[in-house]
């Protein structure tokens, strides 16, 4: 069975413009989380998507925002980026939302924001 | 706050069994144990969880104190790939996976 897939892997932006990463999911799969990776505040959770409802959500201004659609792939968006947007942002899914189901990560999209 | 303490960092001699301990002194009768490790910037890979009973599965054990508040991950063979940083997480049904990493356990492994 297929992992979770991220695209792109890289990307570069500038500051004020927008960006949108996407994931899909494992087959089957229908919780879908994003995660921030950045070298000072580690990994931090954006939201989690399951049935194209977004269930959870970090504490991430507005400018982060996501959706999932109805075959479960997700994307999330990110405007007006900063340079402190800089990070390794990891999808994550499941079969279903919350414990004890086994959440798979990606291999995540790196972002640099100039 | 995470919710979990780890050491920062810790060492183990290849072949040897790894023993990382995690913290989780205020965790509820609801809230599940996961172990994940992340290899040099790729995805953190799932390892194993448990609620109260003790683990194994093909890469590890999980050994979870009586009264739940400790807990430790055992590789029982470790090998140069197993050098990682190792985080442990805990999670409750309610809050889906929103969840607090904190710094997690740098092992190395040495030949």
């Not at chain 1, 004020?16 to 899909?24: D, I, K, R």
């Not at chain 2, 029982?76 to 050098?83: F, G």
Request: glycine share 8%.
């Amino acid at each position: 069975k297929a992992g979770v897939t991220q695209t792109p892997r890289y990307l570069i932006k500038t500051r004020g413009q927008q960006v949108t990463l996407s994931c899909s999911p494992i087959s089957g799969h229908r919780s879908v989380s994003w995660y921030q990776q950045t070298p000072g505040q580690g990994l931090q959770f954006l939201f989690e998507y399951f049935s194209e409802t977004q269930r959870n959500k970090g504490n991430f201004p507005g400018r982060f925002s996501g959706r999932q659609f109805s075959n479960s792939r997700s994307e999330m968006n990110v405007s007006t980026l900063e340079l402190g947007d800089s990070a390794l942002y990891l999808c994550a899914s499941s079969f279903a939302t919350g414990p004890p189901e086994t959440q798979y990560f990606g291999p995540g999209t790196r972002l640099l924001v100039l | 706050d995470a919710k979990t303490t780890q050491p920062p960092s810790m060492d183990c001699a290849e072949g040897r069994a790894a023993n990382l301990p995690c913290n989780h002194s205020t965790i509820s009768g609801n809230e599940y144990v996961y172990w994940y490790r992340q290899i040099h910037s790729q995805g953190p890979q799932y390892i194993i969880h448990g609620l109260k009973n003790n683990e194994t599965n093909e890469m590890a054990s999980l050994i979870i104190t009586e009264d739940r508040k400790s807990s430790t991950l055992i590789l029982p063979h470790a090998t140069l790939r197993d050098t990682a940083v190792y985080y442990c997480i805990v999670r409750d049904y309610t809050g889906g996976f929103k969840t607090i990493f904190g710094a997690g356990t740098r092992l190395f492994v040495k030949a």
